[in-house]
């Protein structure tokens, strides 16, 4: 990582594939609007950042440091959260278009997602003990192997969990899409 540091920064409107980002770490940031889409971000450090409205499909964040960021209303198509930097790695998702998106392994404690669509998802073998899933939409999502203790799935819908596959100890469903946990025994319910 270069030893750039840009603090307290706002960025509007810059597509960074055509402007380029420079190398380093951005510490209480605010990016709205901003195309990162397929750019390279590797080795770069997000620290108290905000992502807004930003665009962030398929971006290259292979040892990428994000601690205490925030993303909102952001498209973030097939990012592979796992290959980024793990150390103190804390993010939260509001309104996001997370879809085949991957989290594989990942230590996600508490983690919040709010209203966000995150089809075909991978959380294999990822720790959710206490996440919130609000309002989400996981249709195809993957658990397996997953610690999903004291997760909340309330709000959320499409989802399939196997049970015997995933540590659910404690966590909340609610009706009718608690029946996401029975998928594989393939049985009708009226």
Do not use: W
């Amino acid at each position: 990582m270069a030893d750039r540091f840009i603090e307290s920064q706002v960025f509007e409107k810059v597509d960074f594939g055509k402007d380029g980002l420079e190398g380093g770490e951005y510490e209480d940031c605010h990016f709205k609007a901003c195309v990162f889409s397929g750019i390279q971000l590797s080795n770069l450090s997000f620290v108290d950042c905000y992502f807004e409205d930003c665009d962030l499909s398929l971006a290259k964040i292979n040892e990428t440091a994000f601690r205490d960021v925030k993303f909102s209303n952001c498209k973030l198509l097939g990012l592979n959260f796992n290959d980024c930097n793990p150390f103190l790695l804390s993010f939260c998702f509001e309104s996001c278009n997370l879809n085949l998106a991957s989290f594989y392994k990942l230590k996600l404690k508490a983690i919040q997602f709010r209203s966000c669509s995150m089809n075909e998802v991978d959380f294999v073998e990822t720790n959710l003990v206490g996440a919130v899933f609000d309002n989400c939409d996981l249709n195809g999502a993957m658990f397996e192997n997953t610690n999903l203790e004291k997760a909340d799935f309330r709000t959320s819908r499409a989802y399939s969990i196997d049970p015997e596959m995933n540590q659910i100890k404690k966590a909340k469903f609610s009706m009718p899409d608690v029946i996401g946990l029975l998928g594989k025994y393939d049985i009708k319910i009226t």
